[in-house]
């Protein structure tokens, strides 16, 4: 099978399903595991928290159309980068991507490794310092991995991003199967009145949960697996997907 190069020399070997994988793994990560308890503490009413996902949800999705047209009209790797460098000034650009591989990205991997960390020990006892080391374990892992390779870096995020769905499916299924209506009780908080102060801080955090929209273009270059396969019809499928079945 040939890959064509892209305009950036990078080659194109990932395909609809691959793509759609990595743009659904990296939302479906340790985030969503976690936010629903910090939810619940923050806001104390199931009304305010199913509000605040779909007001996330909603903002993700204009993003996410957003940086899929984007991604589609430029299928270059970079991302931001391109977008500002181009839309702006490359100063911007340059800014940009520094500010993502010095704190944007780094602080989101790091949380989401240590919350990762976290749930194992309940199943394995590690303590305060196995955390950490488990945390760091997994990112010097899974950054090994992808330095071998574009595709045994794909074939990882395909089977982790199955089993991340299937794990939720399953969550949904016995929740549906065994929960009760009074799980929903109370619907509003009796005090309204700290309800404002709390609704920024969770609309936060919902956010850091639907994170990833914008990752996709990052690697638009190297959608496309034929001879002639335009990135745009893996870039806008994928995106479709991921929000469609997500949201």
Not at 180 to 189: E, L, S, Y
Request: aromatic share 10%.
């Amino acid at each position: 099978m040939s890959h064509d190069p892209a305009p950036d020399g990078l080659r194109r070997e990932l395909g609809l399903f691959s793509a759609t994988m990595i743009n659904a793994g990296t939302i479906i990560a340790s985030a969503i595991f976690i936010i629903p308890a910090a939810l619940a503490l923050q806001l104390q009413a199931s009304g305010p928290i199913l509000l605040a996902w779909g007001v996330g949800a909603l903002v993700s999705l204009c993003g996410a159309l957003c940086m899929a047209e984007l991604g589609a009209a430029m299928p270059r790797s970079g991302g931001m980068y391109v977008y500002l460098s181009r839309a702006f000034h490359p100063g911007l650009g340059f800014l940009y991507g520094w500010s993502a591989f010095l704190l944007i990205n780094t602080a989101s991997i790091a949380a989401i490794a240590v919350g990762f960390a976290t749930y194992l020990e309940f199943f394995v006892p590690l303590g305060p310092w196995g955390i950490k080391l488990v945390a760091v374990a997994s990112v010097v892992g899974l950054t090994g991995l992808n330095i071998l390779g574009l595709k045994v870096g794909a074939i990882t995020q395909n089977i982790l991003t199955t089993l991340k769905i299937g794990a939720l499916v399953a969550i949904v299924a016995v929740a549906l199967g065994a929960g009760r209506a009074a799980a929903f009780d109370p619907v509003w908080p009796a005090e309204g009145a700290g309800l404002l102060g709390a609704a920024g801080p969770a609309l936060v955090a919902v956010l850091w949960a639907y994170d990833g929209w914008s990752n996709r273009p990052t690697w638009g270059a190297r959608s496309g697996t034929r001879a002639g396969t335009s990135p745009s019809r893996s870039f806008c499928p994928s995106c479709w997907w991921r929000h469609s079945t997500w949201r």
